[in-house]
């Protein structure tokens, strides 16, 4: 069992920046692929970023390329999020989730067995 802990997300104007934490606990965090997800309202979850287990290998989404990057630090068990140049459409309930690792590069494939309990990030224009 892994549990995941967000913290950060709120209001920020567009073009500002937010960083997101998501905590991990339970079982070894370091074992597993952590994925980035958001939802906005009225529309289906999407995929955002993704890293996997030792950090040298990372995704993202072509709506958030070049302006948000995913990192974990294992000896802090935690994955970070950090989102540059916001966009009122980047607004959604943002989740951090985990996968278990093939223990190579970072890929789509497989679905998260944990989620975190997300955090809203709300972009005013």
């Known amino acids: 069992q892994v549990q995941l802990v967000e913290s950060g997300g709120g209001l920020v104007q567009a073009g500002g920046s937010l960083r997101l934490s998501c905590a991990g606990s339970g079982r070894v965090f370091s074992s597993y692929d952590i994925e980035w997800f958001r939802q906005a309202p009225g529309k289906d979850r999407e995929f955002v970023a993704g890293i996997n287990w030792n950090g040298a290998s990372t995704a993202y989404a072509d709506s958030v390329k070049g302006r948000f990057t995913i990192s974990r630090a294992h000896a802090e068990n935690t994955m970070y999020r950090q989102m540059d140049n916001l966009k009122a459409e980047d607004t959604a309930v943002y989740y951090c989730?985990?996968?278990?690792?093939?223990?190579?590069?970072?890929?789509?494939?497989?679905?998260?067995?944990?989620w975190g309990q997300g955090t809203q990030v709300t972009v005013s224009s």
């Open positions: 989730a985990a996968k278990g690792s093939t223990g190579r590069d970072y890929t789509r494939d497989g679905s998260p067995n944990y």
